[in-house]
């Protein structure tokens, strides 16, 4: 039987790698973590959440929730580890980073099937005997990038990604912040800051003009919607942020019940409740501008940040034109991609990619058919997506319910129709499940 080559131990790697050893295969995993770092890593952890904490919507009447139950019907590493690691963070999902990239590092270490190296791969020919899957993710190093760029021919896209700081509680004004979610969902879990116009203006007007980080020469302007910086939404005019993160509906002050004109909010970020994200900030401010800017937030006055915002380059190849349903390379059927190196964005869609390439990558070493999972899951849909999206600019994307094949009939409540394909989705993957393993 042949042997596997798994190459990053992110959030896609450390699922694929998982996924092939689980099915008797043995495999080779390659990381270059602590010996050359990413410019967003901070640990020599796998699956290292790089920004927020939140794996998102938690119901499967959200798309991203029903990609994560997914997962859990296909025995996901990262899955397992997320619901173990859980905090409060009301509808969304959101883990205790540390322990939640611990946990997955020691399952992956210790498993029987699989073997660590710790180094940077910087050739892919070295591999192409085996079955190979690139997991390398959206800051892959450069001398692997480059061996990528011959492998598919394709010219790399780059664009930036978006980190939100973190601040400590005890640094907090809590006379000024109180607790809620948004229309009582959850339990009073986000800590929120509020505004009053003349405050929220001064903030805008400061914000707006505040310096920004240089651009580097390699990066190109292009944001991705999903992962704005909050200075850049800032700009597109006065009231775009309180129609955004700073949305202050479903969220009155409990002291007096009055709805402030806008609203900044914080999720816990790790178990012991003692750091706090600020929701939507990711930036490319400066750091000595994110402390003078974000202190102006009322209860920020004095807010130590235990990690500033920051900006980063995402790499992902043209996967329309160089990759099948399967992930395997059109070119090459034994080189699969996983990750955000695909065009999925998110780590929960990075995660499921990996499960995806892991689960054929298995199927390829053991001489079976590689398979394509069902277009009415949200893994196939996701899957069918970045394979077959049209390539001219193609650019990452989310899972949503726009990507599965609609129902038969209309059904206009947007949640009961949407846990109908959820529904449909669940049940698909349960038959294709019996057919093809034990
Ligand atoms: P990664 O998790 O980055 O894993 C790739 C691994 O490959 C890394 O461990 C890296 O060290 C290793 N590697 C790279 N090159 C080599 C090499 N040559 N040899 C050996 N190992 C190598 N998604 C969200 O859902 N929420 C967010 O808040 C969010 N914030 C983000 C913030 C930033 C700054 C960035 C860059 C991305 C963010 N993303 C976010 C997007 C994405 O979901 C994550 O980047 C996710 O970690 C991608 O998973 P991955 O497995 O593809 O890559």
Known sequence: MAKATV????????????????????????????KVMTPAHHTENFAELVCSNSLRAAAVENAVGLLKEEMRQLNSLVMQAADATRVPAGGALAVDRDAFSRQITDAVKNHPNITVFNEEVTELARHQADVLVVASGPLTSPQLSESIKKLTGTDYLYFYDAAAPIVTLESLDME??????????????YLNCPMNREEYEVFWQELTQAETAAIKEFEKAIF??????????????????????????????PAGGERPYAVVQLRQDNFAATLFNIVGFQTHLKWPEQQRVFRLIPGL????????????????????NVLQPTLQMKKHPAILFAGQITGVEGYIESASSGLVAGLNAARLAMGAEPLVLPAETA?????????????KNF?????????????????????MKNGMIADRALESLREFKENFEN
């Open 7 to 34: 190459i990053g131990a992110g959030l896609a790697g450390s699922e694929a790698a998982w996924q092939v050893a689980q099915r008797g295969i043995q495999v080779d995993l390659y990381e270059m973590r602590p």
């Open 176 to 189: 000024k912040i109180y607790r809620a979610s948004r229309y009582g969902k959850g339990d009073e879990d």
């Open 224 to 253: 991705f919607e999903g992962c704005m910086p909050v200075e850049e939404m800032a700009r597109r005019g006065i009231d775009t942020l309180r129609y955004g993160p700073l949305k202050p509906v479903g969220l009155e002050n």
């Open 301 to 320: 006055e004095q807010a130590e940040f235990v990690r500033y915002g920051v900006m980063h380059r995402n790499t992902f190849i043209d996967s329309p």
């Open 379 to 391: 893994h196939g849909a996701l899957c069918r997506y970045i394979t077959q999206a049209a390539t």
């Open 395 to 415: 650019q990452p994307m989310n899972v949503n319910f726009g990507l599965l094949p609609p129902l038969e009939r209309k059904i206009r409540d947007k949640k």
